[in-house]
C-alpha cells in the first residue's frame, strides 16, 4: 500500500471511531439533592467533566439537581436497583441503610475539614465504603465537603439550650440527629429533604439544620431569619454508583469512574475553603443574623457527647472502635 492510501485510509479509521464514539458515547444519570450552587451539584459538575476527560468523550454524565429523580434516600433505593446510575446526597440520609456510616454524623466527632478528610479519605473511608456496598448495594467514589451544618430559624435568636424550647426543628430521618435534639431539650420533626422548603415557608416547621452553602444554594434565607452557628455535625455529601451498574463497566471505564470521584474529591475540598465565608457574608447581606452558641462546651456539646454517643456505640462498630477513631484525630 503506498503512502497515500495508508493515510487515507487512516483519517477514514479515526473518523469512524469518532462517529462509533459519538454515537455510542456512554451517559450516566447523576441525581443531585441540592439545588445548583451548591457543594453537591460542585462535586457533579467536576465529576462529569473529569469522567469526559478521562475517556475521551466515551462516557458522560448527566446531572439532575434540586431532587429531580427524587427524594435523596429513594435514589439509594433506586441506585441499589440498578435504576440510577449515581446520586449525590447528604451522608445523613445513606446512614439508615447503612448504620456504620454513622460514625460521620456523631455529633462532634469531626472538628475541622482537616478531620473529615482525615476520615474520608483514610481507611474509615475505605471500610464505609466496604459496609455500603455490603449493607446498600451502592459504592461511595467520591465526596462533598460542605462545612459544618448550622441551625436556622424563622422565629428568634438561638444561643442555649433554654432559647430552642419551643421550636419545631426540621431533621433528615436519622436516628443519630433525632437522638442529638432529644439530648438538647427537644422533639425534632423527621422530614423528607424535598419537603423541607415548604415545610419551612409554611411555618409548619420553625427551623433545620444544614450548612451555609446548602442554606444559599436552596435559597432558606427566604423564609429564614436566625442561623446558629453550631458545629455539631460536618456535613459530607458522598457520590454513590450502584454496584450493580459499576459491575457492568469494563475495568477501564471503572478505573475512570474512580479517578473522576477522587479528582472531583479534590476539587470539593477546595471549592469549600475558597467560597463558604463569601457564601456567609451573602447570607448576612440578604438579612441573616448569625450567632454564636453560648456556653457550647458545657450546654450542647456535653449534652450531645455524653447522652447520644452511647446510644449507637454498636451500630458505628462498639466504643473502642469510637475510642480508636478519635485517637486518630488527636483526640
Ligand atoms: C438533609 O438535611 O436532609 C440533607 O443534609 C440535605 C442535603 O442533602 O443537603
Known amino acids: 500500500m503506498n503512502l497515500k492510501a495508508l493515510v487515507k485510509g487512516t483519517v477514514v479509521f479515526a473518523a469512524t471511531m469518532l462517529v462509533a464514539t459519538a454515537v455510542s458515547a456512554q451517559t450516566f444519570r447523576v441525581a443531585i439533592g441540592d439545588a445548583a450552587g451548591g457543594t453537591q451539584h460542585e462535586l457533579g459538575k467536576a465529576f462529569a467533566a473529569n469522567l469526559e476527560e478521562l475517556t475521551n468523550g466515551a462516557a458522560k454524565a448527566d446531572l439532575f439537581p434540586n431532587s429531580q429523580l427524587g427524594d435523596e434516600t429513594d435514589t439509594v433505593n433506586d441506585a441499589a436497583m440498578g435504576l440510577l446510575d449515581f446520586s449525590i446526597l447528604a451522608i445523613n440520609n445513606v446512614t439508615p441503610f447503612s448504620p456504620s456510616v454513622g460514625i460521620l454524623t456523631l455529633p462532634y ?112 434565607d427566604e423564609v429564614q431569619k436566625y442561623i446558629t452557628n453550631i458545629r455539631y455535625i460536618f456535613s459530607l455529601e458522598p457520590l454513590i454508583v450502584s454496584e450493580a451498574i459499576f459491575q457492568q463497566q469494563s475495568p477501564e471505564m471503572q478505573e475512570a469512574i474512580l479517578e473522576a470521584g477522587r479528582r472531583a474529591t479534590e476539587h470539593s475540598y477546595a471549592f469549600l475553603a475558597e467560597s463558604e465565608d463569601r457564601i456567609k457574608q451573602e447570607l448576612m447581606d440578604a438579612g441573616m443574623e448569625i450567632y454564636e452558641p453560648a456556653n457550647e462546651e458545657k450546654e450542647w456539646i456535653e449534652a450531645a457527647t455524653t447522652k447520644v454517643w452511647p446510644q449507637f456505640y454498636d451500630s458505628v462498630g462498639g466504643k473502642e472502635r469510637l475510642d480508636a477513631i478519635l485517637a486518630s484525630l488527636g483526640r
Open 109 to 220: 466527632v469531626i472538628q475541622s475539614p482537616e478531620d473529615a478528610k482525615k476520615l474520608t479519605l483514610g481507611e474509615v473511608g475505605q471500610e464505609l465504603t466496604e459496609n455500603t456496598i455490603r449493607d446498600a448495594g451502592v459504592r461511595i467514589i467520591g465526596w462533598s465537603y460542605s462545612g459544618f451544618r448550622v441551625l436556622t430559624n424563622s422565629k428568634r435568636p438561638v444561643q442555649t439550650l433554654d432559647d430552642l424550647k419551643g421550636m419545631v426543628i426540621r431533621v433528615p430521618r436519622n436516628e443519630i440527629m433525632i437522638a442529638t435534639y432529644n439530648a438538647w431539650g427537644i422533639n425534632p420533626t423527621p422530614l423528607a429533604w424535598t419537603e423541607t422548603f415548604t415545610a419551612l415557608q409554611q411555618k409548619v416547621v420553625d427551623g433545620q439544620d444544614n450548612p451555609y452553602i446548602t442554606v444559599s444554594a436552596m435559597k432558606f
